[in-house]
């Protein structure tokens, strides 16, 4: 394939914005927001899940709490109705009197069992109503974290975008400088190898693969005509010829 020089070393710009381009993307795929988000989403949905289940079992024993007082509740008013009957004297039999006595007696040991599980359960209830508070303000802290990791990615994503967007622009203007059939070679090349499809040939090294040219390589390229596209033999990518190619 034939191509002037200058159309060649243009080919040397088109490939300086594809790598700006890749290094680009790459930037914003490697934001350390991204992995700190990650990270913080993770850690916000455990403690989600834990707060759900503290709520839970709050609401639990706030239900058992008031089951347990109108079990209280109930064994009073029963005891406050016998004593009421003992005192009003309507109980004259002797045997009577004694089964409502002991009746009282029983109730009221009922109403001291029933208020320490009352007890027992107001201190399981503030426990999980600490435990509520406790996990409410962590997922409030890892939101307020998350919100500002969010707003940094955001902003340094809208940067390189915009970059790339201007490297963009600038490549669509260099490639359409470019003709078309060296243009289609540079695009399959550059698929086949790793995102580069030409390198400047400077000082007789191939600055994409690194390696030196031999003799036999150097004057087959020195012999070639200047319009010609040569291509190096051990990466396959098209050598651009400058003033610095040393040959």
């Known amino acids: 394939m034939n191509a002037e020089p200058a159309d060649q070393i243009r080919l040397l710009d088109l490939q300086a914005l594809d790598v700006r381009l890749s290094q680009l993307a790459h930037k914003r795929r490697s934001l350390p927001e991204h992995a700190e988000l990650d990270s913080l989403t993770k850690d916000l949905v455990q403690q989600r899940d834990l ?3 503290a709520q839970t079992q709050e609401s639990d024993t706030a239900r ?5 007082e109108q079990d209280v509740d109930q064994v009073r008013q029963r005891a406050v109705r016998d004593q009421q009957r003992l005192d009003s ?18 109730l009221a040991k009922r109403q001291a069992d029933l208020e320490d599980v009352v007890l027992e359960v ?8 600490e435990r509520v508070t406790e996990l409410t303000e962590r997922v409030s ?34 490639a359409g400088s470019v003709p078309a059939d060296l243009l ?14 030409a390198a400047k040939l400077y000082q007789r090294r191939c600055l994409g693969c690194q390696i030196e040219l ?3 390589e150097i004057n087959e390229i020195k012999a070639a005509p ?7 033999e051990n990466c396959g990518r098209i050598l651009v010829r400058t003033a610095d190619s040393g040959l």
Not at 64 to 68: L, N, W
Not at 142 to 169: F, M, N, P, S, V
Not at 226 to 232: E, F, I, L, S, T
């Open 64 to 68: 058992e709490q008031i089951k347990a």
């Open 184 to 197: 289609a070679l540079y695009e399959k090349v550059r698929t086949k190898q790793a995102g580069v499809g």
């Open 122 to 129: 107001m201190e399981r209830r503030e426990a999980a109503q």
């Open 141 to 174: 802290s890892i939101q307020t974290k998350a919100d500002d990791a969010t707003t940094r990615r955001d902003a340094a994503t809208a940067e390189l975008d915009a970059e790339a967007e201007t490297a963009g622009k600038e490549r669509e203007v260099v």
């Open 226 to 232: 200047r319009n010609k596209v040569v291509r190096h």
């Open 89 to 106: 004297g309507a109980v004259s039999s002797p045997k009577d009197l004694e089964n409502l006595q002991r009746e009282i007696a029983s």
């Open 214 to 216: 031999d003799v036999a």
């Open 51 to 53: 707060l759900v289940a």
